[in-house]
């Protein structure tokens, strides 16, 4: 079933969109229009627990700015794969060395304190974690004005302009953090598609380090059709523990499948998402499985499963049980407003942290955005079926005519 078929060429946008970057006073009024969101989450707040908002990081600057950036990252992650020559996922003080003196000038000094900046823990090793934590976009041209050969790592560094431009998006990012922690609202990094993700990962986990020290403000969001998810959502895990803050995240399953797909084969690279709807499944309950233990071992950690797949709500609330984690735990539901209120409300009547996700806007932008929730969950009109011989039943029920 083609749901996107009798949509206008501007719907078929908008069903896929990131923002349009016009300049950054656009960008400021957006923040505002989510900082607004904030203040009537925080004013409709729950019994027990408060609201979410989501945001999107491509509102907020320029998209292009946040592909290049995700472009920086993956290219400082491939210079940490040629330092850790003997793949053991540390680099050692001799393997930074050879490696360091190959691509970059400096004398044995400088390759000195520049590994002893990276060992934050001064155990003779460096991980990814340390890498990525310490080497930041802001700086890195500090590094590559030292390359022996300008590859693509110093192609991805930002000039001037670009570092101007990143450091406007973080002052928006925190204001509205700033804001969300003192409101007590969780506010929730969406991801979007896969050529933007390495950056949304790298401004959520900064801004988890700033925030979620002593309560859980800041959610990232993991796509589970990802091939990578699973080991993204672990790094970051240890990256939390590791910093004392709290992790929390938004697991779903995916939205850009049909674009994710088309874009890699157009690119020849290769398919970024799962190989079946079962693999997405299976990935999706082990990403939840690996939360819900850390919860249990008493780790900071909160989750948030959006969701309209009853096999997977039933399940989180299996292992919820099974690992004594309370309904009022620090695990929360959602499902969009009007789609799937037979688990919303059930979830609710539990004492479970149960929300509806409401889209706001114009029709014409709110509709695509439903049709591709729609794509998403391709149980949802199994779920509708469901629901109308739930309301049938209860009609007969209260007429007297049904058991």
């Known amino acids: 079933m083609d749901l996107l078929k009798d949509l206008t060429e501007e719907e078929r946008d908008i069903s896929v969109r990131t923002y349009d970057y016009k300049n950054e006073e656009l960008c400021d009024r957006r923040m505002e229009t989510f900082a607004d969101c904030l203040r009537s989450a925080n004013a409709v707040k729950g019994y027990s627990t408060n609201g979410f908002v989501a945001i999107k990081c491509t509102a907020l600057t320029d998209p292009k700015l946040l592909e290049k950036m995700s472009t920086t990252v993956t290219e400082l992650r491939n210079l940490f794969l040629k330092f850790d020559i003997d793949g053991s996922g540390f680099i050692t003080k001799d393997e930074f060395r050879k490696q360091y003196e190959r691509h970059f000038s400096g004398s044995g000094a400088e390759v000195e304190e520049v590994f002893r900046m990276l060992d ?15 080497i930041t976009i802001e700086d890195l041209y500090k590094l590559t004005s030292h390359c022996k050969v ?3 790592l110093f192609n991805a560094t930002f000039t001037t302009e670009e570092r101007e431009m990143l450091l406007r998006m973080r002052t928006r990012l925190n204001t509205l953090a700033e804001l969300a922690s ?18 949304i990962d790298n401004i959520a986990y900064t801004l988890m380090n700033s925030y979620n020290q002593n309560k859980a403000v800041i959610f990232t969001t993991y796509q589970m059709y990802l091939t990578d998810s699973m080991g993204r959502l672990l790094t970051d895990l240890k990256r939390a523990e590791l910093g004392n803050y709290y992790f929390a995240a ?6 850009y499948m049909e674009l994710e797909r088309k874009r890699a084969e157009d690119m020849g690279y290769k398919d970024p998402i ?4 079962q693999a997405t ?4 309950n082990e990403g939840v499985a ?5 919860i249990r071992d008493g780790k900071k950690v909160e989750l948030m499963i959006a969701s309209h797949n009853q096999s997977s709500v039933e399940n989180t609330i299996r292992m919820m049980s099974e690992h004594g984690i309370p309904n009022d735990g620090p695990v929360h539901f959602a499902q969009l407003m009007g789609m799937a209120d037979h ?10 942290k149960a929300y509806k996700y409401v889209p706001y806007g114009q029709v014409k932008e709110v509709m695509p955005y439903l049709t591709r929730r729609a794509i998403e969950n391709s149980g949802m009109l199994g779920g509708a079926k469901l629901e109308i011989q739930m309301f049938r039943a209860e009609i007969l029920r209260r007429l007297g005519l049904g058991k």
Do not use: C
Request: glycine content about 8%; hydrophobic content about 30%; aromatic content about 10%.
């Open 290 to 294: 690996e939360v819900l233990r850390r």
């Open 150 to 152: 300008k590859g693509p």
């Open 182 to 199: 003192k409101m007590d609202v969780h506010m929730m990094i969406d991801a979007e598609h896969t050529y933007f993700q390495p950056a």
């Open 250 to 255: 938004k697991l779903v399953r995916g939205a």
């Open 281 to 284: 499944d299976d990935n999706y």
């Open 343 to 352: 688990l919303t409300y059930g979830l609710g009547k539990q004492k479970y």
């Open 274 to 277: 799962q190989p079946s709807k």
């Open 120 to 134: 934050s823990d001064q155990d003779g090793m460096v991980d990814y974690v340390s890498w990525s934590n310490i």
